[in-house]
């Protein structure tokens, strides 16, 4: 190879590596700029206020459902046919307190009573003369007592025997077992006769009148409308701010009625469910149509009074319970004592008195980042803490 072609090549190869180192330097320079991250030489504005410590009331604000204070079973304690009550035996139907409800047919069991009293005043009679001889000072109280028995109405008390011997006498004659006998039936008879032992509904049926049942079948279920209760899901950890016999305000949801109430129960328990603890809360004084079992209300619970804390909004705390706080114009973390948890903010302490903690979240920001409190922070507080 001639001295001539290896010069030219030596040449082109220079220029190609000129151009290319050229071409590389162009496009290295073209390439825009990053941008700067925040905290690389500038200062950030925080919202900040000063630690301080004061008495706060916080209230509590949960929805919960309407339950009726009373919900029972209306069960028969004996076989026969359902006859009717003073009111229809039909799913929502009203009564009140004494109402008769329904009885299972109860002829045979009144007829068959009659003449076990009849029994007991002929068994009387038969003793009467011998008291008249034997125990002529028990005679007048038995002979009054064998006059009052009425065939229709329940058996009176029968006189206490005031002697041991008198009592023997009495139970050989079987008239104390006759006479306990009777009030066992009155009873039977009684239990087929179903009373209304509250103001309520129905709110369930499953045996209408001329239905025959067995002892122990369920008829109907009944809901008291007289006393209603609010059952209201709270967190456990804030149920430990509503204490029993507290005074809350119960709204709807739709109307700007108010009504009040009383916490009377705290369950024991948190459900598996849900993870919240149920507040019962009653309702007294109410409109008929202002209160009905099942539908949801919101109740706002007064809260206790929480010494030695402060609030501030839930957004400027982050990993459960860390701050950032300015110290010499800089920011720092912090660990705070979370009290009580609100919707919106929380409530705290652990933080010295004076302390500058922001009030609002940060984002991109990392500790030692130099920052400056917005205007409005009490600049004397604020030169304490820095």
Request: glycine residues 6%; aromatic residues 8%.
């Amino acid at each position: 190879m001639s001295w001539r072609k290896t010069t030219f090549i030596i040449a082109a190869l220079v220029i190609l590596l000129g151009g290319a180192a050229a071409l590389s330097w162009v496009f290295i320079h073209m390439k825009p700029e990053p941008p700067r991250r925040p905290g690389d030489g500038l200062k950030r504005y925080v919202k900040a206020e000063a630690v301080f410590y004061k008495p706060i009331v916080s209230p509590l604000k949960r929805e919960g459902r309407v339950t009726a204070s009373h919900d029972v079973l209306l069960v028969a304690e004996a076989a026969g046919k359902i006859e009717p009550g003073e009111v229809p035996l039909k799913k929502g139907t009203s009564f009140r307190k004494g109402q008769l409800l329904a009885s299972i047919y109860k002829d045979e069991a009144e007829l068959a009573l009659k003449a076990r009293k009849s029994s007991f005043l002929n068994s009387l009679s038969n003793i009467l003369p011998d008291l008249k001889v034997d125990y002529p000072e028990e005679f007048q109280s038995y002979y009054d007592y064998f006059s009052t028995v009425d065939l229709n109405k329940p058996l009176p008390r029968l006189p206490e025997p005031r002697t041991e011997k008198f009592k023997v006498f009495l139970a050989s004659r079987s008239i104390l077992s006759e006479y306990f006998g009777l009030l066992q039936d009155e009873k039977n008879l009684q239990r087929r006769s179903l009373v209304a032992p509250f103001d309520g509904t129905f709110s369930s049926v499953n045996f209408e009148a001329g239905a025959y049942v067995n002892a122990g079948s369920q008829i109907a279920r009944m809901i008291g409308t007289d006393v209603l209760e609010v059952e209201v899901p709270v967190e456990n950890h804030n149920s430990k701010w509503i204490e029993i016999g507290d005074q809350v305000q119960v709204l709807s949801k739709i109307s700007i009625d108010t009504l009040v109430g009383t916490v009377v129960r705290k369950a024991a328990f948190v459900d598996a469910s849900t993870q919240a603890r149920s507040i019962f809360v009653r309702v007294k004084e109410f409109r008929k149509d202002d209160l009905l079992a099942g539908e949801y209300k919101v109740v706002v619970f007064p809260g206790q009074k929480i010494h030695g804390a402060m609030e501030i909004p839930r957004s400027a705390v982050f990993n459960s319970n860390v701050v950032f706080t300015v110290v010499n114009g800089e920011l720092k973390k912090a660990e705070i004592n979370v009290m009580k948890v609100n919707e919106t903010n929380l409530i705290f302490n652990g933080l010295p008195e004076g302390t500058m903690v922001v009030t609002e979240p940060l984002i991109n920001v990392k500790e030692n980042l130099p920052v400056e409190i917005l205007a409005g922070a009490n600049s004397q507080t604020a030169g304490k803490s820095e």
